[in-house]
């Protein structure tokens, strides 16, 4: 067993002020006075703010962004010694959950104080975490304009600084060394849910805060699903198993893949699996400053197959397993350097044979000036064999 402890925990202050910088110059070119977020990643990318307790939804949590200054931090009363950590000052609490008026009050008044138009951010993969008679009610008690926040927060987050690439980088280092060890756990006559159970504790003692999102599959061949709960299946010769994880370390994900066979794979495996490398490959060389997301989803596609049918064939990673762009045939967002992506190309075993058998497999990149940089060690084409 080791554990990664090279990356230093959290960040320095002047991180989170150039976050807010950024966020409070594009403010002022949309004529916003202040922004207000709601949500766990939100929050903590502006805060560092960073506990398991979102997992309640009886309380809400609030960040009001005003055009000049520092954050301020709108919050249950149990979340105040944690916050006050952080870089954060100004932390205006109630004792929560107070369903008659939890934090409404409190916020409104808050608002009132930076001024607006208030930006909310309303794009794609935004939510509001709140509940929404609650914030009828703020809109109404502040007697401000609430409009959406035209992307700034998502833009910002879409770029990733060194110290974020570096935990991320922390974070799929964990989960290769983890990988590294599926001798000790799976094999044949070993159920697919005993091998679940011991991937996520391999993932702890590599280092590993906790592990959200562990998927995978077992079949015949190759699979024909990757999203379903594990079976109890035990594994026999001839199975392809695809093991895919979202470790999280210190507040960041990895997202990758790996595929293993069961015995001495088949030769249509064995195809499959280096067409997957290829396409990953491919999908690397074109993922440069200034392509498009649809034409990263294009150059893989070609080699995997699927067309546009294929789904999407990687996506944006960071605080969350998924953010931002995803790569399909009508994501046109435009690479830049800083940008955290998967490159994820799926296919089918023997195409053309109908038998609906698929195989998956998934890296990470960092997009820079040069061209794209591995933060995942890639797979060869030769399948790894248990």
Not at 225 to 246: E, F, H, R
Not at 272 to 290: D, F, K, S
Not at 357 to 377: C, D, F, P, S
Request: hydrophobic share 45%.
């Amino acid at each position: 067993m080791s554990v990664d402890i090279a990356a230093p925990r959290g960040f320095e202050r002047a991180e989170f002020e150039a976050r807010t910088h950024a966020a409070q110059a594009a403010m002022a070119a949309e004529g916003l006075g202040a922004l207000l977020l709601t949500t766990e990643p939100e929050v903590r990318y502006f805060t560092g703010y960073l506990t398991r307790f979102w997992e309640s939804p009886s309380r809400s949590w609030f960040l009001v962004l005003p055009a000049r200054g520092a954050p301020i931090a709108v919050i249950p009363s149990i979340g105040a010694a944690l916050m006050a950590q952080t870089w954060i000052s100004d932390i205006r609490t109630w004792p929560a959950p107070r369903p008659k008026d939890d934090g409404v009050s409190l916020l409104a008044e808050t608002l009132r104080e930076v001024g607006g138009p208030v930006g909310v951010p309303m794009g794609y993969e935004a939510h509001l975490r709140m509940p929404l008679g609650d914030y009828v009610r703020v809109q109404a008690a502040s007697g401000l304009e609430f409009r959406g926040d035209a992307g700034i927060v998502a833009a910002l987050r879409a770029i990733k600084s060194e110290a974020e690439i570096d935990k991320i980088r922390a974070a799929c280092a964990i989960a290769t060394r983890a990988y590294a060890r599926m001798g000790e756990i799976a094999g044949e006559g070993v159920p697919l849910s005993t091998v679940f159970r011991g991937f996520q504790r391999l993932l702890l003692e590599e280092g590993a805060d906790w592990v959200p999102y562990i998927s995978g599959a077992a079949a015949q061949g190759g699979y024909d699903d990757v999203i379903s709960p594990a079976s109890d299946m035990p594994l026999a010769l001839g199975d392809v198993m695809m093991l895919d994880t979202g470790a999280v370390r210190d507040g960041y994900f990895c997202d990758f893949d790996r595929n293993f066979a069961i015995g001495a794979p088949s030769a249509e495996v064995q195809v499959a699996h280096a067409r997957l490398i290829e396409a990953t490959e491919v999908g690397l060389a074109a993922a440069r400053p200034g392509a498009r997301a649809c034409d990263v989803f294009a150059a893989m596609a070609q080699i995997a197959g699927g067309g546009e049918t294929a789904g999407r064939l990687g996506h944006g990673l960071g605080m969350q397993l998924t953010e931002g762009l995803s790569l399909t045939a009508q994501d046109e967002s435009v690479l830049q350097p800083g940008m955290v992506i998967t490159l994820e190309p799926g296919t089918e075993v023997s195409p053309g044979q109908n038998l609906g058998k698929i195989m998956v497999h998934e890296e990470n990149i960092v997009i820079r000036e040069g061209g794209a940089e591995r933060l995942t060690q890639f797979s060869g084409p030769e399948i790894v064999v248990l």
